[in-house]
């Protein structure tokens, strides 16, 4: 599990040293300084590490200067790699070349903390929009979160393309249909598209400095708002990350009910793109019924827990809610009609030629790709990634769950629509074992007041894919910084790239199989 | 496809009501609705979602009432594409700082009557995201709001009672 570890320790020798600040002690973490921080990673991409996250703080309070980190996984294993940035030189190294997905980490670093990625062939703001004032860094401590932002004359630099016939789309932020806002720019010859180019951060809310404000307990609630969908594995990723933090050992329930409403959310929320996708390709049936079986699941989640996302069942400390024996009745019930429902539904999906003639083929994410981004989730399994947090490196209580995870090589919108059909079986089986063996210890308690100036990690597999928080304690113990990376930070990247081939009546398609949350990404 | 008709016939009609999942209260806003909405808007309300800074909960809701349970059609309501078509704006989130201006566009957009429905606790008032550099609260801060439906996010029946209010007294 340390094999990250020991390589970096290798190559950089005296240089790298060991952190005892990040917590759990499952995940390990160097220090490294800031001439040898590209080094590292090139160290680790040659071990076909993938970047899972790169993010700054502010250490300031603590009487240093900022800090950049980046998060790399291999198999069972997170490094945490950080290095230190002073005030007055605010530049660090881009690690773009090495690993492509950093490309809008250190964007996003640049944009929201000033820290200038050297290297980094991209200079333009992102999230943080044109308008806004150069030097408005919110994530700064000496940024004031109430600060009213000016708006400044500003154009963003769209990438061109231009010859006879070529036209340009732009599409949004305002969509056709109930979604979340973001501007998309196709550049388009007939039908073709050449080049596709997001523009996000319309739905930026000042989340990750809003933490800052809030206690830890209170953070929660933040937690399971960062994206809607996805508010269980939210909440329960930063709960972990607490509870890693404060060294809080759960009760066993707890633990397996936070599991329960994790794969619940995950059946719904699949169910829901399924039909989505069919919907996209005007095969409505299909759209009706899958959106028949959401909303019955959801209903059963306001009877049983009392709320149909299950918003703020989940705390620091384990869970609000729990389950009697009728309620455990109820679910398997449910669970016995849902497949009797599901199944000649994927039968109708699998067999339907028109509909298999708009899926195959379309918006096709390749391995290598998929790899070199750095996907998750999903979108990383539809296209051979191996990936699950639940398996690679399991919570408790996947440690006592074994996981099959569905890898699909096609990578195109068909191999994301069928990863979801697997998991929502995957997921039905996994419930049943869930009310087999749910303990009748306590549902909560309390957790503990965190050490100043340390650090808490966790990774959750959502519905989407890996979510990942870190957490600092500030010099009193409050909350100095929360890192959020929902897997549309990586996985909107990938949607770029399979684009490129389509045709643009394709695109809500391809959109929907990948269907990544704006609001996760934008924070 | 004697696959598919087959299941839409096991299937039938589950738009409510209907036991035992019956909410009775569908039932009895969607007379209202539809009354309301025959007399006001000759059978038909055209509504423009706008999510203005949400973190897609409440859109989720917004969703299922279309979905066959609710099935907010058969009171003549449906959803366009474009602000031009719209009676009325169904607004969500806080407003962002970066959704200010297209908001602002999509209200000039929109022709009269131009009703403002402000949804969620976040359209209300900023929610949980409050009121900050990137957040400008409540979606009466930014254009003018002539109902709310608070809610967390607030379930399918809460919307459509929420619209019923909307547009009720209208005229
Ligand atoms: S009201 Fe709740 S569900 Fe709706 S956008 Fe705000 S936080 Fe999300």
């Known amino acids: 599990m340390i094999r990250l570890k020991s390589l970096v320790l290798n190559e950089l020798g005296k240089d790298a040293r060991e952190d005892d600040s990040l917590a759990p002690s499952s995940v390990s973490s160097l220090v490294v300084p800031r001439k040898r921080f590209a080094d590292a990673a090139r160290t680790l991409k040659k071990d076909y590490a993938l970047l899972a996250a790169e993010w700054a703080a502010d250490e ?7 800090a950049v980190f980046a998060c790399f996984r291999r198999e069972q294993e997170y490094l945490v790699i950080k290095t230190e940035v002073p005030v007055g030189d605010a530049t660090f190294p881009s690690l773009t070349k090495k690993y492509a997905a950093a490309y809008r980490f250190e964007r996003q670093i640049q944009s929201l903390m000033g820290l200038t990625p050297v290297g980094n062939p991209d200079d333009r703001p992102w999230i943080k929009h044109e308008d806004w004032p150069a030097n408005a860094w919110p994530l700064r401590k000496t940024f004031d979160a109430k600060t009213t932002m000016q708006r400044v004359p500003g154009e963003y630099r769209w990438i061109r393309a231009e010859g006879d016939g070529i036209y340009e ?110 919907n996209d390709v005007a095969f409505t049936f299909l759209f009706y019924q899958f959106h028949r079986l959401k909303e019955i699941l959801l209903r059963t989640n306001h009877h049983l827990f009392g709320h149909r996302f299950l918003m703020d069942r989940i705390v620091p400390g384990g869970v609000v809610v729990d389950i009697d024996g009728e309620g455990v009745l109820a679910i398997t ?177 391809c959109n929907k199989s990948f269907n990544q949350s704006y609001s996760g990404h934008d924070l | 496809m004697i696959r598919i008709l087959k299941h839409i016939f096991r299937t039938g009609i589950v738009t409510e009501p209907l036991p035992p999942i019956t909410d009775p209260e569908i039932g009895k806003i969607g007379v209202q609705l539809e009354e309301a909405i025959r007399s006001r808007f000759q059978r038909s309300l055209a509504i423009r979602q706008v999510d203005a800074g949400s973190c897609n909960g409440c859109e989720l809701e917004i969703h299922a009432i279309n979905n ?19 009676d009325l704006l169904l607004v969500t989130g806080p407003v962002s700082h970066n959704m200010e201006i297209a908001l602002k566009r999509t209200y000039a957009a929109t022709p009269p009557p131009k009703i403002v429905v402000a949804v969620g606790d976040c359209g209300c008032n900023g929610g949980v995201f409050g009121e900050s550099y990137a957040s400008l609260g409540g979606v009466g801060k930014v254009i003018p709001v002539d109902a709310v439906i608070p809610g967390c996010p607030p379930t399918p029946t809460t919307l459509l009672q929420g619209i019923l209010k909307a547009i009720d007294g209208k005229f």
Not at chain 1, 60 to 66: A, K, L, S, V, Y
Not at chain 1, 223 to 251: I, K, N
Not at chain 1, 407 to 422: K, N, P, Q
Request: aromatic share 8%; charged share 25%; net charge negative.
């Open chain 1, 169 to 278: 789309i732009p599409v949004g932020p305002v969509h056709a249909g109930i979604i979340e806002p973001g501007h998309f720019r196709f550049q388009a010859m007939g039908e073709d598209v050449i080049n596709l180019e997001e523009k996000l951060g319309y739905v930026h809310k000042g989340i990750e400095k809003r933490f800052e404000s809030f206690s830890w307990q209170e953070a929660a609630r933040l937690a399971g708002r960062v994206s809607g969908d996805t508010t269980v594995a939210h909440s329960l990723s930063y709960s972990r990350a607490v509870e890693a933090l404060t060294g809080t050992v759960l009760p066993d329930r707890a633990q397996w009910l936070r599991a329960l409403f994790l794969e619940r959310e995950r059946i719904a929320n699949h169910l829901g793109d399924l039909g989505a996708i069919c």
């Open chain 1, 60 to 66: 300031t309070p603590f009487g240093r200067g900022f």
């Open chain 1, 333 to 509: 019930n449910e669970l016995a009609w849902l497949e009797r429902e599901y199944e000649p539904l994927v039968t109708i999906y699998d067999e339907n030629a028109s509909l298999e003639d708009r899926v195959r083929d379309a918006g096709v994410l390749r391995p290598e790709q998929a790899r070199d981004l750095c996907a998750v989730g999903i979108v990383a399994r539809a296209s051979g990634l191996n990936l699950d947090c639940r398996v690679d490196h399991p919570f408790p209580p996947y440690d006592r769950i074994s996981v099959n995870v569905p890898v699909l090589i096609s990578g195109d919108a068909h191999a994301r629509a069928w990863v979801r059909v697997e998991e929502i079986r995957e997921s039905i089986r996994i419930i049943r074992e869930i009310l087999r063996t749910v303990p009748s210890d306590g549902l909560i308690v309390p957790i503990g007041d965190p050490l100043p100036d340390r650090s808490g990690f966790a990774a959750v597999e959502g519905w989407r894919g890996e979510i990942l928080y870190w957490v600092q304690s500030g010099p009193n113990g409050e909350i100095n910084r929360c890192m959020v990376r929902d897997p549309s930070s990586v996985n909107w990247l990938g949607l770029e790239q399979c684009i490129h081939g389509n045709i643009v009546p394709d695109f809500p398609l």
């Open chain 2, 68 to 86: 066959a349970f609710y099935n907010c059609e058969r009171f003549g309501i449906h959803f366009t594409a474009s602000p031009r078509f719209a």
